[in-house]
Nanobody
Framework: QVQPVESGGGLVQAGGSLRLSCAASGRTFSSYAMGWFRQAPGKGREFVAAINRRADSTTYADSVKGRFTISRDNAKNTVYLQMNSLKPEDTAVYYC????????????????????WGQGTGVTVSS
């Protein structure tokens, strides 16, 4: 099992940047595919970005493509979300999620595909 814990959220002006971190406990972090999701007030949880176990494949929601970058450091049991050119519509609680993957290469984009979730970190982008 892993227990994700997010950090790095906060208040930023439009056009600014933030880097979110997700530290996952457990000795088998490299066995898990990871993803970032977000939930804005009054809306459902939506996919943001995902990365495979080997960190050689990523995918993004169209709304963040070209602005956000997901990465991971398996030696540090951590996944990151670098967010640049932030917009007010990026305001949300951001969640890190993990699921065991035996294939090494798969990416997962649906919340229902993930088993372990963090408590979330809030991001507010002011205009």
């Amino acid at each position: 099992q892993v227990q994700p814990v997010e950090s790095g959220g906060g208040l930023v002006q439009a056009g600014g940047s933030l880097r979110l971190s997700c530290a996952a406990s457990g000795r088998t972090f490299s066995s898990y595919a990871m993803g970032w999701f977000r939930q804005a007030p009054g809306k459902g949880r939506e996919f943001v970005a995902a990365i495979n176990r080997r960190a050689d494949s990523t995918t993004y929601a169209d709304s963040v493509k070209g602005r956000f970058t997901i990465s991971r450091d398996n030696a540090k049991n951590t996944v990151y979300l670098q967010m640049n050119s932030l917009k007010p519509e990026d305001t949300a609680v951001y969640y890190c999620a993990a699921r065991l993957d035996l294939s090494w290469s798969r990416l997962f984009t649906s919340p229902s595909e993930y088993i372990y979730w963090g408590q979330g970190t809030g991001v507010t982008v002011s205009s």
